[in-house]
């Protein structure tokens, strides 16, 4: 099965999918409104993969409900994150919107685009971080001329 084609299945940890969106040189980061213990920490969107769903499948369902957006799902973005002792995996792709959809905070607090620069300002859920320290390079290559 070929890379961010996984299917979900109950004897594999729970897997968790995220969008990196990058547009001119900046990266979308979303603000969480709950659950309480992590309001207000900043994530990439995305959610679970429900059964019988690929990875990509589940990132874009997840673009469409929590931004509004259509989602071409892309390469890979940093290793797996482990996340609830084991229990789960955090699995981000690059992901460009479709003909010119902009997203819109339907279920998180707020949203940002940040530059390289502005990585650090936001306080990201920690699950998150090593996907923030691959950034760099990402934003580096897709910076306009």
Do not use: N, Y
Not at 68 to 85: F, N, T
Request: net charge negative.
């Amino acid at each position: 099965m070929a890379l961010g084609q996984h299917v979900s299945s109950a004897s594999s940890p729970r897997v968790i999918v995220a969008a990196v969106i990058v547009m001119a040189g900046r990266v979308l980061a979303c603000q969480r409104s709950a659950p309480p213990e992590v309001a207000g920490r900043w994530e990439f969107p995305g959610g679970k993969v429900e059964p019988g769903e690929t990875d990509a499948q589940a990132l874009a369902r997840e673009c469409a409900e929590e931004l509004g957006v259509r989602a071409e799902v892309g390469a890979r973005v940093g290793p797996d994150v482990p996340l609830a002792h084991g229990r789960a995996v955090l699995r981000v792709f690059e992901v460009t919107l479709r003909d010119g959809d902009v997203p819109r905070a339907l279920e998180h607090r707020a949203m940002r685009w940040l530059a390289v620069d502005e990585l650090d300002s936001v306080p990201w859920l920690p699950a998150d971080e090593p996907i923030v320290a691959e950034l760099p390079a990402l934003l580096a290559a897709e910076r306009p001329a």
